[in-house]
Structure formats: structure tokens, C-alpha cells
């Protein structure tokens, strides 16, 4: 088979936007394939920060990034066949994700890996690169965002709802530090690229971004047809 006709969605956008929710939702619709990109990044951070690995080491990082013993099950996620889906969601494995994400040989290291998502009969994959680096020949790219505000406030409730403590305004400024850092990087920064459709979720309830995003796939799918 040839694996570029495998079609591929993919969402990029900047933290918190809630790509993740809605690619899970498009991805389970469809019944294709997920992967969330975030992860990898946030899997070497957390496994540089057990191993006290200088952030500054881009040799080191890298090595991590290309020996990476991780396996995804259902929505579980296991590094060195330990559980982690939450040890990855902390602010601490966020910033270093970020910080590290910086690296060209960090990003070089992982481009196989994501590439080898794409399977029959499809994927859908969010990040910050997936449309305009990892999968370039992508049927659908879709750049989703949401104020500042939004996101900060949709992140509050689920750590409250989670039990944990926070503060919007600690959030939001979180967030945008790391919109910047994310944006401004020199390899494969944050941006929409000129062929992905712009979602802004600002105003929108996750149905109804998800169906947005399954009703563009649906014109993609038919004007490939013609
Ligand atoms: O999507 P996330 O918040 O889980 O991602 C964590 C960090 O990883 C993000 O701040 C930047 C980096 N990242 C990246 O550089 N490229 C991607 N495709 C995905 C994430």
C-alpha cells in the first residue's frame, strides 16, 4: 500500500486551544488513527528530568528523543513500560517540553516516529508542526486557536475539575509565554501555514468545532473525488 494515500487531518494550534480534545474526537468519528505530537516532547522532557539532563544539552536530549521507549495503548501512554499519561500533563513537563522543542536535533529525532502514525485507514494528529513539517502532504490541515482568556479559563476548569488548585491569572500568563517561545523559535515554529483552514474556537462548543472540522473533511474528501 502506499502509505501517502493514507489521508491524514492534521490541527496544529497553541497550548491549551483544545486540538487535543477535538483530534481525539475527529479521530474516533472517523475511526483513524491519533497522535498527539505534544506528547513526545512532553515523554523526553519528563524523561530528561529523571535523569537530571541539563536543558541546555542538546546532544543528550536528542539521544533521548531517538531512543525513546514509549508505547501508546488505548489512552494511556507508557514510558519504559511505566504509566505517565498524567506525569506529562504537569506545567513543569509543559515548560521543558517547550524549552526543548527548540532543538533541531531533538525535532529530527522524532520525525520517524511520528511519520509511522500514519496508518490504514487514516490518522489524525495535533501539534504545532504537523501541517507544515511532518505530514506537508496532509488532506486537511486545520490551525485551531482561542484567546488567551478562553484558553486560560477552559485549563483552569479542568484542573479544578481534577482537583487541583490554580490560578487564571498565572495560567494565562503561562500560556502566553509559552505561545511566544512556541512562535518564535527558529526550526518549525507555531504558525498557520498558508493551506490550513483557521478555526477559532473562541466562541465555539467542542461539538460543534468537531463538527466543523469532520464537515471540511468531508469537502476535502469530495473535491479530491472530482
Ligand atoms: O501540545 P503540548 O502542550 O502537549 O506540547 C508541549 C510542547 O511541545 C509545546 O509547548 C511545544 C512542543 N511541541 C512542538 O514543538 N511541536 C509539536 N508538534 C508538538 C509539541
Redesign the pocket.
Known sequence: MDINSIPVITI?GP??SG??TIAQLVAKKLGFHYL???????LV?LKALQADINISDENKLAKIAATLDVFFENDQIYLENKLVTDKIRTEEC??M??KL??FPRV?ESLIVR?RAFRQPPGLVT?????GSV?FPDALLKVFLTASAEIRAQRRYKQLIEKGINASIVELQRGIQK?DE??SK?SV?P?QQSSDARLLDTTSLSILQAQNCVLEWYRECCTSERV
Open positions: 496544529d497550548s491549551a486540538k487535543g498527539d505530537s505534544g506528547a513526545l516532547y512532553r522532557a509543559g515548560v517540553a517547550s522543542a527548540s525535532r511520528q495535533d501539534g504545532r508542526d504537523m511532518i509559552r517561545r512556541d523559535r518549525a507555531l
